[in-house]
Nanobody
């Protein structure tokens, strides 16, 4: 079973920075789009940022200019650099990836387990 291992969450003061990482730990055939979502208490999960295989990116309006998504295809890893963090960025952050496990397999979406980001003074 393919797993996505997230790291980098934690507690940070407003205005601070964090860098999240998400790595695919198994040998797989290919990874297409990858992304980051977040879910705050009492709210629905929402897209934060996404990146395609050829590195076209998309960002949610609240994080534009503050967050940067990137990927390292050699390491099967996606990153989210978060700067100028605000209390409203507090949420559990999840990564996802569209993966083909084998050459003849269909593409399926996989999710990480989530990492808590808390922005508070």
């Amino acid at each position: 079973q393919v797993q996505l291992m997230e790291s980098g969450g934690g507690l940070v003061q407003p205005g601070g920075s964090l860098r999240l990482s998400c790595a695919v730990t198994e040998t797989i055939f290919s990874i297409n789009a990858m992304g980051w979502y977040r879910q705050a208490p009492g709210k629905q999960r929402e897209l934060v940022a996404g990146i395609t295989l050829d590195e076209v990116t998309i960002y949610a309006d609240p994080v534009k200019g503050r967050f940067t998504i990137s990927r390292d295809n050699a390491k099967n890893t996606v990153y989210l650099q978060m700067n100028s963090l605000k209390p409203e960025d507090t949420a559990v952050y999840y990564c996802n990836a569209y993966i083909r496990q084998g050459r003849w397999d269909i593409t399926s979406v996989y999710w990480g387990q989530g990492t808590q980001v808390t922005v508070s003074s």
